[in-house]
């Protein structure tokens, strides 16, 4: 069926350091999402964001829709930044959002 | 403010009963969407609806049943059917078609016990 991966699984950073997410999904898609989970469980959108590159604040993110994979750069990351990160997209149509399975970050002091 | 609520945050029930979980939105958005989540693990679709008295199921929709009387509210419904139902609920909506941005609510935390 139609997958989202997200890599890595978990990532540990000490504040201050930069940090690449990756999502890579197995066919063509006309939206992609990326969310941060915070550890209230609240999600919160982050970028809305089918091609090409956005920018807010510290992060930004890049989708290559012909190569079917989203990157999300956290650039100086804070202790606030810790959470999970999930992207999620629809594929073809008008179908609903599939969700990878998330990205877990800590950043320590 | 313009938003999604959920309510309660926090949900203790029996097994067996079935319990009722609100979403309502002043977005004015015409899809809304029911997921679960399970500890580590991301979200699954339960069920959506793009427009007032039509939806449709989901990937898990056993077990959960859902109504969409206004543009504003889409209720979930967990039933005595639903063999796991201890896990937390997001709702979230868009303007109309899937392919545009979702937001979410807080959530619901289910526990049954």
């Known amino acids: 069926g139609i997958q989202v991966e997200q890599s890595p699984p978990d990532l540990i950073l000490q504040e201050g350091a930069n940090s690449t997410l990756r999502c890579n999904f197995s066919?063509?898609?006309?939206?992609l999402q990326w969310f941060h989970q915070n550890p209230w469980g609240q999600l919160i959108n982050l970028f809305y964001?089918?091609?090409g590159t956005k920018q807010n604040g510290r992060l930004s993110a890049t989708t290559v829709a012909t190569e079917r994979y989203s990157l999300l750069y956290i650039s100086s990351s804070q202790t606030t930044d810790s959470g999970v990160y999930f992207c999620?997209?629809?594929?073809?149509?008008?179908?609903?959002?599939?969700f990878g399975k998330g990205t877990r970050l800590s950043v320590i002091a | 403010d313009g938003g999604i609520t959920q309510s309660p945050k926090y949900l203790f029930r029996k097994e067996g009963q079935n319990v009722t979980l609100s979403c309502e939105q002043n977005?004015?958005?015409?899809?809304m969407y029911w997921y679960r989540q399970d500890p580590g693990q991301g979200l699954r679709l339960i069920y959506y609806?793009?427009?007032?008295?039509?939806?449709q199921k989901g990937d898990i929709a056993e077990g959960y049943s859902v109504s969409r009387e206004k543009k504003e509210s889409f209720p979930l419904t967990v039933t005595s059917a639903q063999k796991n139902p201890t896990a937390f609920y997001l709702c979230?909506?868009?303007?109309?078609?899937?392919?545009?941005?979702?937001?979410f609510g807080p959530g619901t935390r289910l526990t049954v016990l």
């Open positions: 979230a909506s868009s303007v109309k078609g899937t392919y545009n941005e979702q937001f």
């Open positions: 066919d063509s898609v006309n939206n």
């Open positions: 964001i089918p091609s």
């Open positions: 999620a997209a629809p594929f073809s149509g008008n179908t609903p959002l599939v």
């Open positions: 977005l004015n958005h015409d899809a």
């Open positions: 609806s793009q427009i007032v008295n039509d939806f």
